[in-house]
């Protein structure tokens, strides 16, 4: 009934394969440059469009003299008391986590108490809007407290989230199995008093409840229900375990220097003591490695290794999919997959086999032109070859690299891209695509002290030309020791309409009216809706990635085109939140079918290409000329050289989610490996795994996206029909009118 929106962490292929470059070649570029006397004024929300936002948006992003000048000043105006993370009136301190989720309690229970003694007509017209507050409480403290256990750096701090989300998780489950809120519903929805005067979205959030019940064995004896609630629990410890424990059984290889060569030589010096070179499995060393030591037995131990997760991951692994099984069939699921799939765009595991091997077979073609142009090139280099006839796994990125640098050596480098991607330039461009495509602007605006994580973290709020202040973004996006390398956002609160008696309750609380839209909202992002006058807490996003500060204080961090379509694609899922104002919480923003919530993200990966798009921001850092779109062209030509066996890779990691998501991992000779490997050989994969590996240990996303991983796969086929059939291809890709149009009908 009530669900902790699962935040989007390390959410699909595009956010989970784009982490850092080992090489930053573009450290020591120089930047524009950016006055430290101009003068910071407030950020307006009453000129839209305006020019100095616009301008102050570059500067904070691309001059750090500038960013500790706007801090500082603006910090000055501000009160010297220390606000909470997120200006949370309760998280000034570790533990305020604990009486954040108290207070939380407390509420929640009252909330419960109103629902569970509803009598009258009116106590059940309320009721959908009651348990749909319900359920925000709860989100509030889930969904902020998992971003800080996995974000913050602090470790008390961690451990204080942790607790917090514990806590809330676990009431959250026995609600879910507490019978007198499903009857009180169902008896309200049977009403036509009652469910007659609902709204659409109340109409839409009571189904959405009921349905939910229903997957939670609530017409079960109690015994089944308890059972329910713990299994629950277990996967939630073991998902989120899964996910931060992840290690290969060798964490180094030691080699003989001679045995590198093709790789960085500068490298291998570091990497050398004693006369052995001491190499890492996982991470950019490995990748480096793989693409680019011309010895394939070394490239095949680099390869195994990196693919070989510690035998208590996969002991870990099997057993959440073994829970997921035990809690499906106690729902009365044949599978895990069937019960996520239930509420989704595709329905049922064999509508989404279908559109794999559909996919699979559209996609073989591709596939084996690539992999014989592979070949070719192995064939050619037979001398340092053993198999010359066959192409391995440890084989492809080698070559792969290999075809690609001698198509790049007749081009322009890579780094002469990026002169015209700083990132605040890009910044600047996302927030001028969206003015004109649907009317919001970014704005720079001061943070108090304590509210942010780290001092680097930029908060952006999102204004709207008809409708004010529609949300906040927080901006974590440079690198920094100990920080998770991948890109990731983070809905940590969603849109929904505060009630007038949730106000009147507050005041009484807070004891006067002036502090009580503050307090309502735990002290966090709200706004009244200018046309209505109504009050809505704001969604508040969490956008984290990973890229390298230039080494130079007054140079800016040029981006690498890779890094533009993260960028891009991350902002789709920010720009979902932020667009998706709702009355009720349980239908805003991405809380959506699973396989629909990576729609906007894909698609905002077709706007980064269209040459109308680039054309309003992408300019040279130094001469400020516009970016030549023929390099973009070009630069276009060779990601996609290799579409074929990246999209069969990304289907065979959908059909293995959706085996091990099956009634497999019910039968008492389940073995997680086994599996793995009897879907990444031929023929269904082209490649023939080598024995042994137990990649399976490193996929996290078998927790969040459990049997949804087909999503991404699922969403790009859509995106592409919207971006032909709404903005013609790139050609209405800065319309107004077709931007309206998308915001409106999808």
């Known amino acids: 009934m009530i669900r902790a929106f699962r935040t989007q962490r390390w959410i699909c292929p595009t956010c989970v394969y784009r982490q850092r470059r080992v090489q930053r070649g573009l450290a020591n570029v120089a930047a524009p440059s950016l006055s430290e006397d101009v003068r910071l004024p407030l950020a307006s929300f009453t000129a839209p469009g305006s ?20 801090s500082r000043r603006h910090s000055a105006q501000l009160s010297s008391r220390r606000a909470g993370l997120f200006r949370n009136k309760y998280l000034t301190h570790p533990e305020g986590f604990q009486e954040f989720a108290a207070a939380t309690l407390q509420k929640a229970q009252k909330i419960v108490a109103e629902v569970l003694e509803a009598s009258t007509v009116e106590d059940y017209k309320l009721i959908v809007r009651d348990l749909d507050r319900l359920s925000d409480l709860l989100c509030r403290v889930i969904d902020l407290a998992d971003f800080v256990r996995v974000t913050h750096p602090d470790r008390e701090i961690q451990a204080a989230a942790t607790k917090a989300y514990g806590l ?99 490298l291998v010096g570091q990497l050398t003591k004693w006369g052995k070179v001491r190499l890492p499995v996982v991470g950019p060393t490995a990748g480096l490695a793989l693409r680019t030591v011309h010895d394939a037995d070394v490239r095949r131990e680099i390869y195994i290794a990196n693919r070989t997760a510690m035998r208590s991951q ?69 001398t340092n070859c053993s198999a010359p006839s066959q192409l391995n796994p440890w084989d492809r990125d080698y070559f792969i690299s290999s075809l690609l640098n001698r198509s790049r050596s007749k081009t322009r480098t890579p780094d002469f891209l990026s002169a015209y991607f700083s990132l605040g330039t890009v910044m600047q461009g996302l927030s001028r695509l969206f003015t004109r495509l649907y009317g919001i602007r970014f704005v720079p605006r001061e943070t108090s002290p304590g509210e942010t994580w780290n001092d680097d973290v930029r908060r952006l709020d999102i204004v709207d030309d008809s409708d004010g202040h529609i949300a906040v973004v927080y901006c974590d996006l440079f690198e920094r020791a100990g920080k998770n390398p991948n890109p990731a956002h983070f809905t940590l609160r969603c849109s929904r309409l505060i009630s007038a008696p949730e106000i009147a309750e507050a005041a009484h609380e807070a004891g006067s009216l002036a502090a009580a839209e503050d307090a309502v909202n735990d002290g966090m992002a709200a706004a009244r809706d200018p046309h209505t006058n109504e009050l809505y807490q704001l969604p508040t996003i969490a956008l984290i990635c990973d890229f390298p500060r230039n080494a130079s204080q007054d140079r800016p961090t040029l981006l690498s085109f890779r890094d533009v379509q993260t960028l891009f694609h991350e902002m789709g899922h920010a720009v979902h939140s932020i667009l998706g104002r709702t009355s009720l ?64 890779h990304q289907i065979l990691l959908a059909l293995l989610d959706q085996a091990y998501h099956s009634a497999l991992p019910l039968s008492p000779d389940f073995n997680s490996t086994n599996t793995y490997h009897s879907i990444f050989t031929p023929p269904t994969a082209s490649l023939q795994e080598p024995k042994g590996t137990t990649w399976q240990g490193f996929f996290g996303h078998l927790f969040g996206y459990g049997a949804t991983y087909y999503s991404y796969l699922f969403d790009r086929a859509i995106a592409g029909r919207v971006w032909k059939k709404v903005f013609g291809e790139g050609r209405e890709s800065i319309s107004a009118e077709r931007g309206a149009r998308f915001r409106e009908e999808v």
């Open 168 to 266: 809330m998780f676990e009431y959250m489950n026995v609600l879910n199995t507490t019978t007198g809120l499903n009857e009180q519903l169902k008896r309200a929805a049977a009403d036509p008093l009652i469910g007659g005067t609902w709204s659409e979205e109340e109409r839409v959030v009571a189904q959405i409840l009921m349905r939910d019940f229903s997957k939670s064995a609530i017409d079960l004896p109690p015994a089944e229900r308890q059972k329910f609630v713990d299994l629950s629990n277990d996967i939630s410890q073991l998902g989120s375990s899964f996910v931060d424990s992840m290690a290969p059984e060798k964490e180094y290889l030691a080699f003989e220097s001679s045995r590198l060569k093709g790789m960085d030589p500068v």
């Open 51 to 70: 020019s100095c936002d616009d301008r102050i948006l570059r500067q904070i992003f691309d001059s750090q003299p500038f960013w500790r000048e706007f």
């Open 314 to 382: 996969i002991q870990i692994l099997e057993k959440m999919l073994m829970r997921r099984a035990e809690l499906a069939k106690l729902s009365g699921y044949g599978s895990f997959a069937e019960m996520a799939l239930t509420d989704k765009m595709a329905k049922s595991p064999e509508s989404v086999s279908k559109f794999l091997h559909a996919l699979s077979r559209d996609n073989a073609a591709q596939v084996q032109q690539e992999l014989s142009e592979l070949l070719r090139l192995k064939r050619e280099g037979s």
């Open 585 to 648: 919480q349980n239908v805003a923003g991405t809380r959506c079918a699973t396989d629909f919530a990576e729609l906007p993200s894909v698609l905002m990966e077709h706007f980064v290409t269209a040459p109308e798009v680039l054309g309003i921001f992408a300019r040279h850092w130094e001469t400020d000329h516009p970016l030549p779109y023929q390099m973009v062209k070009e630069k276009l030509s060779l990601d996609r050289r290799f579409a074929g066996t990246e999209t069969e």
